[in-house]
């Protein structure tokens, strides 16, 4: 089937998980888990800039929280790419709503970053506008590579929320962090439970599309101030190893997806499945 034909015949399944989604999904406010009271002005208003003594977050929780808000606040380049997928009924509600819930993240990490003097908010701003000016462009995927490789990347962002929580040292932080975390378990759940019902429609073409996005998945790299690759940063902080994406990412969706047991596979399919065999658990 093509995009256009699997747009409208798994929107029913979309409206189901829109629902399912909303009724899950916690309605936190992002101004509830900010420290208001440890704010102060900066100099522009007559208080005092930023210097590096006043932070009193640990080197990873900077390291974490300023890749998850530079990636976060991007988001009109990740909306970009979504939306020129899923452009009708229930599938533009949903690129509304996952929007709406990437921003929230955004607020409340760079509220926080920012009111705590955590990080240079001035280093923030101008790796910010590079950031979003250089923006993000996806590779070329039909709608079920789309909807798998969403999967594997709330997946990725919730393992590494989870981590950061765990390792920065600060109760706030990790607050935050499970909150955004829990944002991404649910996100993930919908992309996986729609890859669930097109499996069922079209178990070839969805078998290669999961193949061919195991094979080509990378996490967005995220530029720092000083030039250093956030992957490998966030690998030695143990916030997010991709060496671990087999057994973190990919294997519990693959199980998820009933990908070994599945008996409705043709000869296409089953080439494509047996390109995952490493990936059996």
């Given at each position: ?5 699997l747009l409208i015949a798994l ?48 080197e990873i929780g900077k390291l ?218």
């Open positions: 089937m093509n995009d256009k034909a929107a029913p399944v979309v409206e189901e998980n829109l629902h399912l989604h909303g009724d899950a999904a916690e309605g936190w406010q992002p101004q509830d888990l900010v420290p208001w009271d440890d704010g102060r002005n900066f100099a522009f208003l007559g208080g005092e800039d930023w210097a590096p003594e006043q932070s009193t977050l640990s974490a929280l300023t890749v998850g808000v530079l990636a976060a606040d991007n988001m009109p380049s990740y909306h970009r790419e979504l939306a020129k997928h899923l452009r009708i009924g229930p599938w533009w509600r949903w690129v509304g709503r996952w929007t709406a819930e990437e921003n929230r993240h955004s607020i409340v990490i760079r509220d926080y970053l920012v009111l705590t003097r955590a990080v240079d908010p001035v280093a923030l701003e101008r790796i910010r506008m590079t950031h979003m000016t250089n923006n993000y462009n996806a590779p070329a995927m039909h709608l079920i590579e789309v909807l798998v490789n969403a999967a594997f990347e709330e997946t990725a962002s919730s393992i590494r929320h989870r981590n950061t929580a765990k390792l920065a040292g600060d109760p706030v932080v990790a607050g935050i962090c499970e909150k955004i975390a829990t944002d991404d378990e649910l996100q993930r759940d919908f992309y996986a439970n729609i890859v669930v019902a097109a499996l069922d429609l079209v178990p070839d073409q969805a078998m290669r599309a999961i193949a061919d996005r195991v094979r080509g998945f990378k996490v967005p790299t995220i530029p720092l101030a000083d030039g250093r690759d956030s992957t490998t940063d966030l690998a030695e902080a143990g916030i997010y190893d991709p060496a671990r994406q087999d057994e973190l990412v990919f294997r519990p969706l693959l199980e998820k997806w009933n990908v070994f047991e599945r008996t409705d596979l043709g000869v296409d399919g089953e080439k494509a499945r047996e390109e995952l065999a490493s990936l059996r658990v």
